[in-house]
């Protein structure tokens, strides 16, 4: 019996100090924010920079912790079931709508709060020097041997994958695609074991400089800052061709609204800070600000182009 | 050259530079250390701190990181018998039956020793032929890293100990456990029940800290129950010597084979560490001529310890090169290398060497200044940590549960991890009462998803024909290599077949 009534107060103890802790919540931030990590590579990158800036504008700690697992899955679960409080956020991306098609998790977009969409990083299809002069070659090639023009990507449903299903779509041709992992596209290129490959342009910048790989179109409606060299399929007469990965920052739905008003604040502070602008030239993205509600139409516009995409490739679950 | 190299030291010989490097050492010997902490995570906490500094401050202190966490990870490995990251796995069998024998600071002694010599001299091979190494690199498709792959399998055949088919079931278990969760390839997913936490997998640090640490914790703790461990602990004088001159004559010959083939797995992208060391580990057993000392393999051999950790740390240097030339990192920590690269400007890629080449030699100079930084400190520290095996074990254990909890949470943040970690460990516990081997688990939880992937990559190129597998010479040369192994071994399975057969029909008549 004792050590029940121990254990009790111990519960009761704990109950008044976790609520003492959302009452004493009126002005936020009052305590640290958690920033949730979906990926690493670049993404990570840029999300353990915005935490470090949101930190300054916010006036309380911002913990970026990575949570990596099923394409982004794992991450958008945990912010799903934690408390809509502003308190813990996502440094989120496409993937919110991949991961819903393809199945992996039973919740869309919409569980989500958009608080502000940060940066954009724009693919482009590279090929080795010397092969392909241009996309209308490229083109020429696979019309004719439909089935024959080996294709990099990440894997099946990644957006790499998506992304070349729109640029061949949109050229009319058929080809074969190589799931090969992550990050390995240069070395499948140099090597000639694979024919083009659709990847971010920092992993073929270095190559294209020195001659021995071309990168020969971005799917952005504009040039790529840094590199503004490479055409965009829009230029090259296709029109249709509009993909990005965006990447920003949300909630869980139902957050209040002046803690996402809060964020928002920091995040557009951020956006145009010269601390930002330098870490986007040396990574290789662009900043492209937009705030919670020019970002929630963005999410919806992309979520309904993905989920058909991914129905006409049959990857829709 | 001359140029570049005297701008690239003016860029760390700085008073920032040492103090970085000091720091990034400490930081990753006792993360690479510490059982259920790993050097990537090290790596991870120190990348928001480098933003702010000058990039060779920066940069010398995430690479001083990488090199005290591949030393440290011997550490565990040696002294408590749980690796303290997986490229230290091989190191367990004869490093810890070392300890036993009241030999820890030899073995510790000898790990720093060779893991220094391995990890320059594998510098001093990137730095001379980058260009060539690159270019060799590249010709490992997805065919030849199979072969590769399968190859390192073939090392079960030495990890097994007595016997080959517990330690194929034992590889098997591994290869099984890694299909769980998302398949890249196909963005299938596979036995997760529909479960989303379950779409992480397996994760191989927090299945490794299971198997090798909560056997232990457990057999310690029934120990202290059956009160037998009043009358086995004998702490007595734990020795401080450490191997002198005489030692790195005898086994010099070693250290440089298992060098070259550590700087060659690290060149290739994908393989890494834990490969290098494995196949280290059952080169040292087959070149040795002479039977007896063959037999003491897995019993405390110090060639045990020597081999493996000369491999995975040449590694550091051959890593470099797709880091550096190509832009691939090699595995999660050289990952966390290409961030902070990236954020201080240093774009990895033929042209690095061309454009920024002061930025390519500060990076060496960081790695030599690193190595002979970890040198130090380990040497003076052995004197120290060996003084942990006069704790009882049964409090050592305690604190080694915390540690392993914490430490497979904080891997991937999830609470999943820490449900895995003590899963894998009773399962482990019941592998060593029906007599597994624990380590070739290990193995196949390592190459389970290189093995899988790259053969599917494989086949997806060709079409479906297996001919791709024998259409280059360096996928032949490791099938052969793989031959070669298995008859060995089932001649030497024969020839122990008839002599228990001889004895018995001897003792039958």
Known sequence: MKIVKKISSILVAMSLLLGSNSFAADKFPSKYVEMTVLFGGTAKSVGQLVAKGLEKNLGATVVPVSRPGGGGAVGYKYIQSRPASGYDIVWNSNSVSTTFHGGKVPFNFKTFAPIAAMSIEVPVLAVKAGSFKDINELAAYAKKNPGKLKVGISGKGAFTHLTSAIIFDALGVKVNYISYGKGKAPTELLAGRIDAAVQWPGQFRSFDKAGQLKMLAAT?????????????????????????????????????????????????????????????????????????????????????????????????? | MIENLIAAFHMTATLEVFFAVCLGSFAGIIFGAIPGLTYSMALALMLPFTFTMEPATGISLLLATYIGGMTGGSISAILIGIPGTPSAAATVADGYALAKKGEASIALGAAVIVSTIGGLISLIIMILLVDFISKFAIKFGPAEIFMLVLFGFSTIC?????????????????????????????????????????????NLLVAMIGLFAVPHILEVFLQRINKEDKVNFDVGEVKTTLPGFQFIKKYFNLVLRCTGLGTSI??????????????????????????????????????????????????????????????????PATAIILGGLLIHGIVPGPMLFIENAPAVYSIYFAIVAAYIVVFIFQVNFIKYIVKILKVQPHHLACAILIMVVVGSYVIRNSFL?????????????????????????????????????????????????????????????????????????????????RKQKNQFDKGAA
């Open chain 2, 158 to 202: 030495g990890l097994a100990e007595r016997s080959l088919f517990r330690g194929l079931v034992a590889g098997v278990l591994g290869l099984m456990l890694m299909t769980i969760g998302i398949d890249e390839l196909e963005g299938v997913q596979r036995f997760t029940f529909g479960n989303v936490q379950m779409l992480q997998g397996v």
């Open chain 1, 220 to 317: 952005s409606p504009k040039r790529i800052a840094s590199d503004p060299g490479v055409p965009t399929m829009q230029e090259l007469g296709y029109k249709k061709v509009d993909v990005t990965m965006w990447r920003g920052l949300a909630a869980k739905k139902g957050t209040p609204k002046d803690h996402i008003k809060a964020i928002e604040a920091a995040a557009k502070t951020y956006a145009s800070s010269p601390e930002f602008i330098a870490a986007s030239k040396k990574i290789g993205f662009e900043i492209n600000y937009l705030d919670s509600k020019a970002f929630g139409k963005k999410i919806a516009a992309d979520d309904k182009k993905i989920g058909q995409l991914m129905k006409n490739l049959g990857l829709k679950k």
């Open chain 2, 266 to 331: 690290g060149a290739i992208p994908g393989s890494g560490g834990p490969i290098a060391a494995f196949l280290a580990y059952s080169h040292a057993k087959n070149s040795e001529k002479d039977p007896k000392e063959k037999d003491t393999f897995g019993k405390g051999n110090i060639a045990g310890v020597v081999a493996p950790e000369a491999a995975n740390n040449a590694v550091t240097g051959g890593a470099m090169v797709p880091l550096l030339s190509l832009g691939i990192p090699g595995d």
């Open chain 2, 417 to 497: 991890d820490i449900y895995i970690m003590i899963l894998m460990g009773l399962f482990g516990y019941f592998l060593n009462r029906i007599k597994i081997p624990i380590t070739p688990v290990v193995l196949g939880l390592v190459l389970g998803e290189a093995i899988e992937s790259n053969y599917r990559t494989a086949m997806s190129l060709s079409s479906g024909e297996i001919s791709i597998f024998f259409s280059s010479i360096v996928s032949v040369l490791f099938f052969l290599l793989i031959i070669l192994t298995i008859a060995l071994q089932v001649k030497k399975r024969i020839l122990e077949i």
